[in-house]
T-cell receptor, first 113, second 113 residues
Framework: GDSVTQMEGPVTLSEEAFLTINCTYTATGYPSLFWYVQYPGEGLQLLLKATKADDKGSNKGFEATYRKETTSFHLEKGSVQVSDSAVYFCARDSGGSNYKLTFGKGTLLTVNP | DVKVTQSSRYLVKRTGEKVFLECVQDMDHENMFWYRQDPGLGLRLIYFSYDVKMKEKGDIPEGYSVSREKKERFSLILESASTNQTSMYLC????????????FGPGTRLTVT
């Protein structure tokens, strides 16, 4: 079935460091891919998405490219800020008319000043 | 802005009690979802609804039921609460044609003692 695997945290970085959070997905169907972010005490928010191979999603300095050949959708940011401290979830849909999103287990990012 | 609200942020109930969690969205979304979030397990889908009075089981429906009598409101019901249902419960909604772009409420932290 559908699954998403993302790197386990926690990840701790200093401000202005480069961030990569790895995410891979099972290659079933033609899914759209998503990154969600959950700030402390809040629900999840959609951060970015990509709907087909080679698409790049971007938002708030974060980027992720849909790589079909490696079934990956890694999240990157060139210079993190303290305010980026949150839990990040990679997700895929089923690529059809099904309504489900499958989430990874989440990666906790802490950015220190 | 899309707003998804949940009736309580924190709830403490006793084993065997019937528990109602309410979710309301204000964007006329067709789809609504209930997830539970547990450390190390990520988000797991309990139930979702794609229309009024329509519902489908997610990955972990056992011990739960749902009700959707109005488009904007989706209720999760724990018929007889048990300690293993202690968790964070998240509600989400989306347009039918953008299932992956889900909008989340802030969550209800339920403790069953």
């Amino acid at each position: 079935g559908d699954s998403v695997t993302q790197m386990e945290g926690p990840v701790t970085l200093s401000e202005e460091a480069f961030l990569t959070i790895n995410c891979t997905y099972t290659a079933t169907g033609y899914p759209s891919l998503f990154w969600y972010v959950q700030y402390p005490g809040e629900g999840l928010q959609l951060l970015l998405k990509a709907t087909k191979a080679d698409d790049k999603g971007s938002n708030k300095g974060f980027e992720a490219t849909y790589r079909k050949e490696t079934t990956s959708f890694h999240l990157e940011k060139g210079s993190v800020q303290v305010s980026d401290s949150a839990v990040y979830f990679c997700a895929r849909d089923s690529g059809g008319s099904n309504y489900k999103l499958t989430f990874g287990k989440g990666t906790l990012l802490t950015v220190n000043p | 802005d899309v707003k998804v609200t949940q009736s309580s942020r924190y709830l403490v109930k006793r084993t065997g009690e019937k528990v109602f969690l309410e979710c309301v969205q204000d964007m006329d979304h067709e789809n609504m979802f209930w997830y539970r979030q547990d450390p190390g397990l990520g988000l797991r889908l309990i139930y979702f609804s794609y229309d009024v009075k329509m519902k489908e089981k997610g990955d972990i429906p056992e011990g739960y039921s749902v009700s959707r009598e109005k488009k904007e409101r989706f209720s999760l019901i724990l018929e007889s609460a048990s300690t293993n249902q202690t968790s964070m419960y998240l509600c989400a909604s989306s347009f039918s044609f953008r299932t992956g772009e889900q909008y989340f409420g802030p969550g209800t932290r339920l403790t069953v003692t």
